[in-house]
Protein backbone atom coordinates (compact mmCIF):
# COMPACT_ATOMS: atom_id res chain seq x y z
CA UNK A 1 0.00 0.00 0.00
CA UNK A 2 1.03 3.44 -0.59
CA UNK A 3 1.38 4.57 3.08
CA UNK A 4 3.46 2.75 5.51
CA UNK A 5 0.87 1.62 7.87
CA UNK A 6 2.93 -0.11 10.27
CA UNK A 7 4.85 3.15 11.16
CA UNK A 8 1.97 5.23 10.99
CA UNK A 9 -0.32 2.81 13.47
CA UNK A 10 3.26 4.12 16.09
CA UNK A 11 2.06 7.32 15.94
CA UNK A 12 -1.10 6.92 17.28
CA UNK A 13 -0.76 5.82 20.80
CA UNK A 14 -4.56 4.59 21.51
CA UNK A 15 -3.35 2.15 18.67
CA UNK A 16 -1.04 0.46 20.85
CA UNK A 17 -4.17 -0.55 23.51
CA UNK A 18 -5.12 -3.56 23.79
CA UNK A 19 -8.36 -4.30 25.38
CA UNK A 20 -9.47 -7.92 26.40
CA UNK A 21 -5.52 -8.68 24.84
CA UNK A 22 -6.61 -8.00 21.50
CA UNK A 23 -5.54 -4.54 19.15
CA UNK A 24 -8.12 -1.97 18.63
CA UNK A 25 -9.17 -1.59 15.39
CA UNK A 26 -10.56 1.66 15.06
CA UNK A 27 -13.01 2.40 11.53
CA UNK A 28 -14.64 5.63 13.13
CA UNK A 29 -12.33 8.73 11.33
CA UNK A 30 -15.89 9.96 9.78
CA UNK A 31 -16.83 10.38 13.15
CA UNK A 32 -13.41 11.48 14.86
CA UNK A 33 -10.09 10.74 14.29
CA UNK A 34 -7.58 9.64 16.56
CA UNK A 35 -4.55 11.87 17.04
CA UNK A 36 -0.94 11.28 16.77
CA UNK A 37 2.03 11.78 19.12
CA UNK A 38 3.15 14.93 17.15
CA UNK A 39 -0.05 17.26 17.70
CA UNK A 40 -0.32 15.72 21.69
CA UNK A 41 3.43 16.54 21.88
CA UNK A 42 2.45 20.12 20.26
CA UNK A 43 0.00 21.00 22.67
CA UNK A 44 1.77 19.99 25.89
CA UNK A 45 4.93 21.62 25.09
CA UNK A 46 2.66 25.17 24.39
CA UNK A 47 0.96 24.45 27.70
CA UNK A 48 4.62 23.41 29.69
CA UNK A 49 6.32 26.45 27.77
CA UNK A 50 4.65 29.24 25.83
CA UNK A 51 1.02 29.41 26.89
CA UNK A 52 -0.47 33.03 27.36
CA UNK A 53 -3.73 34.57 26.22
CA UNK A 54 -3.42 35.96 22.62
CA UNK A 55 -3.96 39.34 21.35
CA UNK A 56 -4.49 41.07 24.47
CA UNK A 57 -1.28 41.31 26.45
CA UNK A 58 2.48 42.41 25.66
CA UNK A 59 4.61 40.41 27.52
CA UNK A 60 6.79 38.47 25.85
CA UNK A 61 4.97 35.24 27.02
CA UNK A 62 2.17 36.64 25.44
CA UNK A 63 3.87 37.55 21.74
CA UNK A 64 5.44 33.68 21.68
CA UNK A 65 1.71 32.30 22.09
CA UNK A 66 0.31 34.61 19.60
CA UNK A 67 3.63 34.09 17.21
CA UNK A 68 2.15 30.50 17.96
CA UNK A 69 -1.41 30.87 17.12
CA UNK A 70 -1.27 32.73 14.22
CA UNK A 71 1.55 30.60 13.09
CA UNK A 72 -1.00 27.99 13.04
CA UNK A 73 -3.25 29.84 10.77
CA UNK A 74 -0.48 30.79 7.76
CA UNK A 75 -0.22 26.77 8.16
CA UNK A 76 -3.91 26.46 7.18
CA UNK A 77 -3.60 28.94 4.66
CA UNK A 78 -1.15 27.05 2.86
CA UNK A 79 -2.57 23.73 3.73
CA UNK A 80 -5.72 24.44 1.52
CA UNK A 81 -4.00 27.60 -0.44
CA UNK A 82 -6.36 30.69 0.76
CA UNK A 83 -5.07 34.01 -0.78
CA UNK A 84 -4.59 35.69 2.64
CA UNK A 85 -4.15 34.50 6.19
CA UNK A 86 -6.68 36.63 7.32
CA UNK A 87 -9.33 35.02 5.42
CA UNK A 88 -9.00 31.80 8.03
CA UNK A 89 -11.50 32.26 10.90
CA UNK A 90 -10.74 30.05 13.82
CA UNK A 91 -14.53 28.97 15.07
CA UNK A 92 -15.54 26.35 17.17
CA UNK A 93 -16.03 23.59 14.90
CA UNK A 94 -17.58 23.24 11.28
CA UNK A 95 -21.41 23.49 12.72
CA UNK A 96 -20.46 26.52 14.10
CA UNK A 97 -18.48 27.37 10.95
CA UNK A 98 -22.06 26.82 8.57
CA UNK A 99 -23.76 28.60 11.24
CA UNK A 100 -21.70 31.63 10.77
CA UNK A 101 -22.12 31.79 6.94
CA UNK A 102 -25.96 31.47 7.64
CA UNK A 103 -26.58 33.96 10.41
CA UNK A 104 -23.92 36.30 9.13
CA UNK A 105 -24.06 36.75 5.24
CA UNK A 106 -27.21 34.64 4.71
CA UNK A 107 -29.13 36.82 7.13
CA UNK A 108 -27.62 40.10 4.99
CA UNK A 109 -28.52 38.46 1.55
CA UNK A 110 -31.40 36.33 1.75
CA UNK A 111 -35.28 37.48 2.06
CA UNK A 112 -38.70 35.75 1.44
CA UNK A 113 -38.66 33.71 -1.71
CA UNK A 114 -34.76 33.96 -2.10
CA UNK A 115 -33.38 30.02 -2.69
CA UNK A 116 -30.55 28.31 -1.69
CA UNK A 117 -29.55 25.26 -3.06
CA UNK A 118 -28.72 21.92 -0.82
CA UNK A 119 -27.98 18.16 -1.77
CA UNK A 120 -29.85 14.77 -0.35
CA UNK A 121 -26.61 13.94 0.66
CA UNK A 122 -25.64 16.92 3.10
CA UNK A 123 -25.16 16.49 7.34
CA UNK A 124 -27.73 18.47 9.37
CA UNK A 125 -25.14 21.44 10.13
CA UNK A 126 -25.84 21.73 6.21
CA UNK A 127 -29.81 21.91 6.76
CA UNK A 128 -30.58 22.63 10.07
CA UNK A 129 -28.86 26.05 10.11
CA UNK A 130 -30.75 26.93 6.50
CA UNK A 131 -33.85 25.81 8.05
CA UNK A 132 -33.63 27.90 10.99
CA UNK A 133 -33.14 30.82 8.50
CA UNK A 134 -36.13 29.39 6.36
CA UNK A 135 -38.17 30.00 9.29
CA UNK A 136 -37.64 33.26 9.81
CA UNK A 137 -37.23 34.65 6.21
CA UNK A 138 -40.02 32.71 4.34
CA UNK A 139 -36.19 31.49 2.10
CA UNK A 140 -37.08 28.38 -0.51
CA UNK A 141 -34.86 25.21 0.43
CA UNK A 142 -33.93 23.28 -2.92
CA UNK A 143 -32.15 20.32 -3.00
CA UNK A 144 -29.91 18.30 -5.57
CA UNK A 145 -31.12 14.48 -5.90
CA UNK A 146 -29.12 11.46 -6.25
CA UNK A 147 -28.60 8.57 -8.59
CA UNK A 148 -28.79 5.18 -7.56
CA UNK A 149 -25.47 4.54 -6.67
CA UNK A 150 -25.04 7.58 -4.44
CA UNK A 151 -23.51 10.48 -6.46
CA UNK A 152 -25.44 13.67 -7.10
CA UNK A 153 -27.72 13.48 -10.14
CA UNK A 154 -26.77 16.62 -12.05
CA UNK A 155 -29.48 16.72 -14.89
CA UNK A 156 -31.55 19.19 -13.51
CA UNK A 157 -28.98 21.26 -11.92
CA UNK A 158 -29.31 24.16 -13.89
CA UNK A 159 -33.23 24.73 -13.16
CA UNK A 160 -32.04 23.81 -9.74
CA UNK A 161 -29.83 26.79 -9.60
CA UNK A 162 -31.90 28.95 -11.43
CA UNK A 163 -32.64 32.50 -9.56
CA UNK A 164 -30.58 30.82 -6.47
CA UNK A 165 -28.45 32.99 -4.42
CA UNK A 166 -26.11 29.88 -2.74
CA UNK A 167 -25.43 26.30 -3.15
CA UNK A 168 -24.12 24.66 -0.38
CA UNK A 169 -23.32 20.92 -0.55
CA UNK A 170 -20.42 18.59 0.84
CA UNK A 171 -17.39 17.66 -1.01
CA UNK A 172 -17.45 13.80 0.57
CA UNK A 173 -20.69 11.94 2.04
CA UNK A 174 -20.09 11.55 5.55
CA UNK A 175 -22.65 8.55 4.70
CA UNK A 176 -22.05 7.55 1.25
CA UNK A 177 -18.55 8.06 0.85
CA UNK A 178 -18.91 10.27 -1.91
CA UNK A 179 -16.56 12.88 -3.56
CA UNK A 180 -18.96 15.14 -5.31
CA UNK A 181 -17.53 17.17 -8.89
CA UNK A 182 -16.51 20.38 -6.49
CA UNK A 183 -15.38 22.24 -9.17
CA UNK A 184 -18.46 21.66 -11.61
CA UNK A 185 -20.91 22.48 -8.33
CA UNK A 186 -19.11 25.57 -7.63
CA UNK A 187 -19.00 26.71 -11.59
CA UNK A 188 -22.40 25.89 -12.15
CA UNK A 189 -23.50 28.34 -9.20
CA UNK A 190 -21.46 31.18 -10.49
CA UNK A 191 -23.02 31.37 -13.31
CA UNK A 192 -26.20 30.92 -11.98
CA UNK A 193 -25.03 34.20 -10.08
CA UNK A 194 -25.09 31.97 -6.91
CA UNK A 195 -21.78 31.63 -4.10
CA UNK A 196 -20.88 28.56 -3.98
CA UNK A 197 -20.20 27.22 -0.36
CA UNK A 198 -18.17 23.51 0.44
CA UNK A 199 -18.76 21.47 3.70
CA UNK A 200 -15.04 20.28 3.73
CA UNK A 201 -15.58 18.43 7.03
CA UNK A 202 -14.98 14.65 5.41
CA UNK A 203 -12.64 16.17 2.55
CA UNK A 204 -10.22 18.05 3.88
CA UNK A 205 -8.46 15.19 6.09
CA UNK A 206 -9.10 13.06 3.01
CA UNK A 207 -8.15 15.17 -0.17
CA UNK A 208 -5.62 17.65 -0.99
CA UNK A 209 -7.58 21.15 -1.03
CA UNK A 210 -6.97 24.46 -3.04
CA UNK A 211 -10.02 26.59 -2.39
CA UNK A 212 -8.74 28.74 -5.63
CA UNK A 213 -8.61 25.81 -7.50
CA UNK A 214 -12.66 24.33 -6.27
CA UNK A 215 -13.65 28.20 -6.70
CA UNK A 216 -15.35 27.80 -3.28
CA UNK A 217 -16.42 31.12 -1.72
CA UNK A 218 -16.59 29.28 2.05
CA UNK A 219 -15.30 26.10 2.93
CA UNK A 220 -15.98 24.70 6.25
CA UNK A 221 -14.37 21.84 8.53
CA UNK A 222 -13.28 20.45 11.90
CA UNK A 223 -10.15 19.55 13.01
CA UNK A 224 -11.42 16.45 15.27
CA UNK A 225 -11.50 15.01 12.13
CA UNK A 226 -8.04 15.65 10.70
CA UNK A 227 -5.78 14.37 13.78
CA UNK A 228 -6.47 17.45 15.55
CA UNK A 229 -8.02 18.25 18.72
CA UNK A 230 -11.45 19.01 19.34
CA UNK A 231 -12.92 22.49 20.05
CA UNK A 232 -11.67 24.34 16.98
CA UNK A 233 -12.88 24.14 13.13
CA UNK A 234 -12.03 26.63 10.28
CA UNK A 235 -14.20 29.12 8.35
CA UNK A 236 -12.12 29.69 5.06
CA UNK A 237 -14.19 32.53 3.10
CA UNK A 238 -13.45 35.43 0.34
CA UNK A 239 -11.94 38.42 1.74
CA UNK A 240 -14.52 40.68 -0.51
CA UNK A 241 -17.09 38.36 1.18
CA UNK A 242 -15.74 38.35 4.88
CA UNK A 243 -15.28 42.19 5.05
CA UNK A 244 -18.82 42.67 3.90
CA UNK A 245 -20.32 40.63 6.13
CA UNK A 246 -21.20 41.78 9.92
CA UNK A 247 -19.99 39.70 12.78
CA UNK A 248 -21.41 36.55 14.15
CA UNK A 249 -20.83 36.65 17.47
CA UNK A 250 -20.24 39.80 19.91
CA UNK A 251 -17.98 40.05 22.22
CA UNK A 252 -14.39 40.69 23.26
CA UNK A 253 -11.83 40.92 20.59
CA UNK A 254 -14.22 41.30 17.47
CA UNK A 255 -14.37 45.17 17.56
CA UNK A 256 -12.21 48.02 17.26
CA UNK A 257 -14.19 50.44 19.39
CA UNK A 258 -16.76 50.23 21.80
CA UNK A 259 -19.50 53.18 23.44
CA UNK A 260 -22.05 53.16 24.94
CA UNK A 261 -24.17 53.88 22.10
CA UNK A 262 -22.06 50.96 19.62
CA UNK A 263 -19.49 49.82 18.76
CA UNK A 264 -17.14 49.44 15.51
CA UNK A 265 -16.13 45.89 14.26
CA UNK A 266 -12.49 45.13 14.43
CA UNK A 267 -10.57 43.74 10.91
CA UNK A 268 -10.23 40.27 9.31
CA UNK A 269 -9.59 37.75 11.10
CA UNK A 270 -10.38 39.40 15.07
CA UNK A 271 -13.95 40.32 13.42
CA UNK A 272 -15.37 36.84 13.66
CA UNK A 273 -13.34 35.11 16.62
CA UNK A 274 -15.18 37.25 19.41
CA UNK A 275 -14.23 35.99 23.14
CA UNK A 276 -10.91 34.06 23.91
CA UNK A 277 -10.41 31.37 21.19
CA UNK A 278 -9.40 27.55 21.29
CA UNK A 279 -5.87 28.32 21.57
CA UNK A 280 -4.48 25.56 22.81
CA UNK A 281 -6.42 23.96 20.36
CA UNK A 282 -5.64 26.13 17.01
CA UNK A 283 -1.62 25.31 18.37
CA UNK A 284 -3.14 21.49 17.93
CA UNK A 285 -4.67 22.08 14.83
CA UNK A 286 -1.70 23.29 13.23
CA UNK A 287 0.73 20.64 14.36
CA UNK A 288 -2.08 18.19 12.89
CA UNK A 289 -1.46 20.21 9.71
CA UNK A 290 2.39 19.86 9.92
CA UNK A 291 1.93 15.73 10.48
CA UNK A 292 0.06 15.37 7.40
CA UNK A 293 1.66 17.04 5.22
CA UNK A 294 4.46 14.81 6.33
CA UNK A 295 2.89 12.13 4.66
CA UNK A 296 1.37 14.16 1.78
CA UNK A 297 -2.47 14.32 1.23
CA UNK A 298 -2.11 12.54 -2.56
CA UNK A 299 -0.40 9.90 -0.62
CA UNK A 300 -3.13 10.36 1.75
CA UNK A 301 -5.72 9.94 -1.08
CA UNK A 302 -3.96 7.25 -2.80
CA UNK A 303 -3.71 5.12 0.10
CA UNK A 304 -7.16 5.26 0.89
CA UNK A 305 -8.21 4.60 -2.77
CA UNK A 306 -6.29 1.18 -2.40
CA UNK A 307 -7.40 0.59 0.69
CA UNK A 308 -11.72 1.69 -0.56
CA UNK A 309 -10.93 -1.10 -3.38
CA UNK A 310 -9.56 -3.61 -1.00
CA UNK A 311 -12.47 -3.02 1.52
CA UNK A 312 -15.03 -3.33 -1.17
CA UNK A 313 -13.58 -6.76 -2.85
CA UNK A 314 -13.39 -8.11 0.55
CA UNK A 315 -16.67 -7.24 1.85
CA UNK A 316 -18.38 -8.09 -1.30
CA UNK A 317 -16.72 -11.00 -1.66
CA UNK A 318 -16.98 -12.70 1.43
CA UNK A 319 -20.80 -11.69 2.10
CA UNK A 320 -22.35 -11.28 -1.45
CA UNK A 321 -25.83 -9.86 -1.43
CA UNK A 322 -26.07 -9.84 2.37
CA UNK A 323 -24.58 -6.67 2.75
CA UNK A 324 -25.79 -4.03 1.21
CA UNK A 325 -22.76 -1.28 0.54
CA UNK A 326 -24.40 2.20 0.17
CA UNK A 327 -22.43 4.75 -2.07
CA UNK A 328 -20.25 4.05 -5.64
CA UNK A 329 -18.35 1.44 -6.01
CA UNK A 330 -15.92 3.29 -8.08
CA UNK A 331 -13.46 4.31 -5.94
CA UNK A 332 -12.27 7.43 -7.91
CA UNK A 333 -15.59 9.14 -6.99
CA UNK A 334 -15.45 7.71 -3.16
CA UNK A 335 -13.83 7.98 -0.38
CA UNK A 336 -12.89 4.96 2.26
CA UNK A 337 -16.35 5.44 4.22
CA UNK A 338 -18.78 2.67 3.69
CA UNK A 339 -22.02 2.85 5.17
CA UNK A 340 -23.91 -0.39 4.92
CA UNK A 341 -26.90 -2.75 6.08
CA UNK A 342 -26.02 -6.19 7.05
CA UNK A 343 -28.28 -9.29 6.75
CA UNK A 344 -31.29 -7.04 8.13
CA UNK A 345 -29.17 -7.16 11.60
CA UNK A 346 -29.77 -3.88 13.51
CA UNK A 347 -26.92 -1.62 12.85
CA UNK A 348 -26.75 -1.40 16.72
CA UNK A 349 -26.64 -4.99 16.95
CA UNK A 350 -24.01 -4.94 14.36
CA UNK A 351 -21.72 -2.56 15.96
CA UNK A 352 -22.25 -4.21 19.55
CA UNK A 353 -20.59 -7.65 18.37
CA UNK A 354 -18.24 -5.12 16.59
CA UNK A 355 -17.21 -3.95 19.53
CA UNK A 356 -16.67 -7.49 20.72
CA UNK A 357 -13.96 -7.91 18.50
CA UNK A 358 -12.55 -4.39 19.44
CA UNK A 359 -13.62 -3.10 15.86
CA UNK A 360 -14.97 0.58 16.55
CA UNK A 361 -17.79 1.56 14.23
CA UNK A 362 -20.79 4.11 14.08
CA UNK A 363 -24.51 2.72 13.87
CA UNK A 364 -27.39 5.28 13.42
CA UNK A 365 -28.38 8.06 10.69
CA UNK A 366 -24.92 9.53 11.14
CA UNK A 367 -26.79 13.07 11.41
CA UNK A 368 -27.82 12.81 8.30
CA UNK A 369 -31.85 12.20 8.19
CA UNK A 370 -33.04 13.16 5.30
CA UNK A 371 -30.07 11.09 3.68
CA UNK A 372 -31.38 8.16 5.49
CA UNK A 373 -34.66 8.86 4.09
CA UNK A 374 -33.88 8.64 0.21
CA UNK A 375 -32.03 5.78 0.99
CA UNK A 376 -35.07 4.32 3.15
CA UNK A 377 -33.60 2.90 5.73
CA UNK A 378 -33.60 4.67 9.77
CA UNK A 379 -30.12 3.56 9.87
CA UNK A 380 -27.09 2.04 8.71
CA UNK A 381 -23.67 0.63 10.28
CA UNK A 382 -20.79 2.72 9.24
CA UNK A 383 -16.75 1.67 8.99
CA UNK A 384 -14.50 4.77 7.85
CA UNK A 385 -10.77 4.51 7.41
CA UNK A 386 -7.96 6.96 7.87
CA UNK A 387 -4.29 6.90 6.97
CA UNK A 388 -3.81 4.71 10.07
CA UNK A 389 -6.27 1.48 8.76
CA UNK A 390 -4.67 -1.07 6.20
CA UNK A 391 -6.35 -4.23 4.79
CA UNK A 392 -5.70 -6.25 8.28
CA UNK A 393 -8.32 -3.52 9.68
CA UNK A 394 -10.46 -4.32 7.03
CA UNK A 395 -10.14 -7.99 7.14
CA UNK A 396 -10.86 -7.73 10.55
CA UNK A 397 -14.30 -6.06 9.86
CA UNK A 398 -15.23 -8.93 7.66
CA UNK A 399 -14.56 -11.30 10.34
CA UNK A 400 -16.00 -9.96 12.96
CA UNK A 401 -19.48 -9.50 10.70
CA UNK A 402 -18.59 -13.26 10.35
CA UNK A 403 -18.92 -13.35 14.01
CA UNK A 404 -22.45 -11.55 13.78
CA UNK A 405 -23.67 -13.74 11.33
CA UNK A 406 -23.11 -16.89 14.15
CA UNK A 407 -24.60 -15.12 16.67
CA UNK A 408 -27.87 -13.66 14.98
CA UNK A 409 -27.83 -17.34 13.67
CA UNK A 410 -27.46 -17.06 10.06
C1 LIG B 1 -20.09 16.31 6.20
C2 LIG B 1 -20.10 16.87 7.60
N1 LIG B 1 -20.45 18.14 7.80
C3 LIG B 1 -20.46 18.69 9.02
C4 LIG B 1 -20.13 17.97 10.13
C5 LIG B 1 -20.16 18.62 11.46
O1 LIG B 1 -18.89 18.62 12.04
P1 LIG B 1 -18.69 19.03 13.56
O2 LIG B 1 -19.58 18.12 14.36
O3 LIG B 1 -17.25 18.81 13.81
O4 LIG B 1 -19.10 20.44 13.68
C6 LIG B 1 -19.77 16.63 9.98
C7 LIG B 1 -19.44 15.80 11.16
O5 LIG B 1 -19.70 14.62 11.19
C8 LIG B 1 -19.74 16.07 8.68
O6 LIG B 1 -19.38 14.80 8.48
Redesign the pocket.
Known sequence: MTLDTARIKQDFPVLERRIDGERLVYLDS??SSQKPRHVIRAMTEFMEHSYAPVNRSSYRLAAESNDAYEGARQRLQRFINAPRAHEVIFTK???EALNLIVQSWGRAHLHSGDAVVLTHME?H??IVPWQMLQAERGIEIRSVPLTDDGQLDLSNLDRLLDGAKAFSF?AMS?VLGTVTPIRRLTDAAHASGAIAIV?G??SVPHLSTDVQAMGADFLAF?S?KMCGPTGV?VLWGRESLLDAMPPFLGGGNMISDVRLDGFDTAELPAKFEAGTPPIIEVVGLGAAVEYLQGIGMDAVRQHEMELAGYALRTLRDRFGDDIRIFGPDNVEVRGATFSFEFRGIHPHDVSQVLDQRNVCVRAGHH?AKPLMRVLGTPATTRASFYIYNDERDADALADALDSASDIFGF
Request: aromatic share 0%.
Open positions: ANNATHANTNDCQSHGC
